[in-house]
Every structure is written in structure tokens, then in C-alpha cells.
């Protein structure tokens, strides 16, 4: 680990958390705007879903070639599992109540989406745990 305070963040980790926050800002615009979820903002919600699959099946290829991280495993597979389901859920919402708020919510889950990939990285790297606990 360098010195650096973002040295923890790898290439799909920045790609999750800058595409997570670019589909958090369309969202919101369009819900701001008072738009329904449409194609855009489903499409890019469906997208990120499948970006947050792939980081997740990475993260367990990553354990089952024996490496492990820093931080504690359940912790780690708590946030992956959370961002596994949040874009599902939302997706689920908007189809389900199509209203401007539906796309906030889209917005929302992916901006936390965004947060969470980070906070992964940082358990890996065992970057802000508390020592002896």
C-alpha cells in the first residue's frame, strides 16, 4: 500500500464509482425535471446493474484465488450483496410506481451504489478500520 489516500482504488472500482455517480446525476436531473423513470434512466440503471455483477463476481474470483481482504470478509460480502440488490429493487420501484420520485429513487441507489463499491475497496485494503476491534 502506498501513501497515498486513494492508492485503494482500482480501475473497476473508479469505473463503479464514476459510473455510478454519472447515472445519479441523470437520474436526479430527470426526476428534478419531474420525469417518470424512462429509457434513459432504466437503461442506465439496467447497465449499472450489470457493472455492479461483474465487480462483484470479480471480488469473489479475487477470494477464491486465495487472496483476502484486509477487512472483514462478512463485512466486505454485506456491502456486495447490498449493491448486488440495490439497482434491482429501484428498477422494481419505478416499473412499479412510474413517477418523478421513482426516478429520485433511481438516483438515489445509484449514487449510494457509487458510495458502497467505494467503501468495498477501502475494507479490502483495510483502509479505515479500527485497530483492535
Given at each position: 500500500?502506498?501513501?497515498?489516500?486513494?492508492?485503494?482504488?482500482?480501475?473497476?472500482t473508479?469505473a463503479l464509482l464514476?459510473?455510478g455517480?454519472?447515472?445519479a446525476?441523470?437520474?436526479?436531473?430527470s426526476?428534478?425535471?419531474g420525469?417518470?423513470?424512462?429509457?434513459?434512466?432504466?437503461g442506465?440503471?439496467?447497465l449499472m446493474q450489470?457493472a455492479?455483477?461483474?465487480?462483484?463476481?470479480?471480488?469473489l474470483?479475487?477470494?477464491?484465488?486465495g487472496?483476502?481482504?484486509?477487512?472483514?470478509t462478512?463485512e466486505?460480502?454485506?456491502y456486495?450483496i447490498?449493491i448486488?440488490?440495490?439497482?434491482?429493487l429501484?428498477?422494481?420501484w419505478?416499473?412499479e410506481?412510474?413517477?418523478?420520485?421513482?426516478?429520485?429513487v433511481?438516483?438515489?441507489?445509484?449514487?449510494?451504489?457509487?458510495v458502497?463499491?467505494?467503501r468495498?475497496?477501502?475494507?479490502w485494503?483495510?483502509i479505515?478500520l479500527?485497530?483492535g476491534a
Amino acid at each position: 500500500m502506498t501513501s497515498s489516500s486513494s492508492a485503494y482504488l482500482d480501475g473497476p472500482t473508479i469505473a463503479l464509482l464514476v459510473g455510478g455517480l454519472v447515472v445519479a446525476g441523470v437520474c436526479a436531473i430527470s426526476g428534478i425535471n419531474g420525469r417518470p423513470p424512462g429509457r434513459l434512466t432504466l437503461g442506465l440503471t439496467c447497465l449499472m446493474q450489470a457493472a455492479v455483477t461483474a465487480y462483484c463476481v470479480w471480488y469473489l474470483a479475487r477470494q477464491l484465488g486465495g487472496d483476502s481482504p484486509a477487512g472483514p470478509t462478512w463485512e466486505l460480502w454485506a456491502y456486495l450483496i447490498t449493491i448486488l440488490l440495490l439497482p434491482v429493487l429501484a428498477i422494481i420501484w419505478a416499473r412499479e410506481e412510474p413517477s418523478r420520485w421513482s426516478t429520485i429513487v433511481l438516483a438515489v441507489a445509484a449514487g449510494v451504489v457509487a458510495v458502497m463499491a467505494a467503501r468495498t475497496a477501502q475494507i479490502w485494503a483495510g483502509i479505515g478500520l479500527v485497530p483492535g476491534a
